[in-house]
């Protein structure tokens, strides 16, 4: 497998401009997590789907920030418009959470996006 | 809520020195527990995990030991080389709702020196 995909792997974009991020997770995974990455506040999850289904999106910054999965096999992270403080490394991570029989959960991650935003 | 506290980094040390990094943890209930690895440039992986109590991980030379009675998960390594140079994260998994929800730490950077 290619494992997870993520595209673009760099970004750069002006203030304002509305950035889309893509993930492609590993075939048969159910899981998808989008992280955001900075040296201020570490690795920080913003949103979990499982079945592509939105579980847990209290980590969306604010309102700017959007993420859907139209499929199992895409995701995308949009934010508009955006701002300086967006400027991260945003990674994708996908994993296979059916419970039974017992999986290692293990959350595989992308190679991450490093959006700069000037 | 669920959390993980790792020791601030850099941590800089020699080739063929032993390396400890602490991980402790605050659970409700009994999470099972992991280390990621980042090298430059690239996402996380993981390096080993332990799913109960006294559990060992262990891979490419690292060993963590699950201690339920002092919540901590420490990485140790007997003699680590400049290939190891990364972030390392600890990291819980609890159910939390009905799913599966992971927990990480801030990170510790090391760097090995020839």
């Known amino acids: 497998d290619a494992g997870v995909i993520q595209s673009p792997r760099h970004e750069v974009t002006e203030m304002g401009q509305e950035v889309t991020l893509r993930c492609k997770p590993i075939?048969?995974?159910?899981?998808l997590f989008w992280y955001r990455q900075t040296m201020m506040r570490g690795l920080e999850l913003l949103i979990y789907?499982?079945?592509?289904?939105?579980?847990?999106d209290s980590g969306m910054p604010e309102d700017r920030f959007s993420a859907k999965m139209p499929n199992a096999s895409f995701s995308t992270l949009k934010i508009q418009p955006s701002e300086p403080r967006d400027s991260a490394v945003y990674f994708c991570?996908?994993?296979?959470?059916?419970?039974?029989?017992?999986?290692?959960?293990?959350?595989?991650f992308g190679p991450g996006t490093r959006l700069t935003v000037t | 809520g669920n959390s993980v506290t790792q020791m601030e980094g850099p941590v800089t040390l020699s080739e063929e020195a032993f390396l400890t990094i602490n991980c402790t943890y605050t659970a409700t209930g009994y999470p099972s527990l992991f280390w990621y690895v980042q090298y430059p440039g690239e996402g996380l992986q993981l390096l080993l995990k332990?799913?109960?109590?006294?559990d060992k991980g262990s891979n490419k030379g690292f060993e963590a030991t699950y201690r339920k009675e002092t919540t901590s998960f420490h990485l140790e390594k007997g003699s680590v080389q400049v290939s190891d140079s990364a972030v390392y994260f600890c990291?819980?998994?609890?159910?939390?709702?009905?799913?599966?929800?992971?927990?990480f730490g801030t990170g510790t950077k090391l760097q090995v020196i020839p």
């Open positions: 990291a819980l998994r609890m159910n939390s709702g009905g799913y599966q929800k992971v927990t």
């Open positions: 991570a996908s994993s296979d959470l059916t419970p039974l029989p017992v999986r290692s959960y293990e959350q595989y």
């Open positions: 332990a799913t109960k109590a006294d």
């Open positions: 789907f499982n079945n592509n289904v939105p579980i847990d």
């Open positions: 075939s048969g995974h159910n899981s």
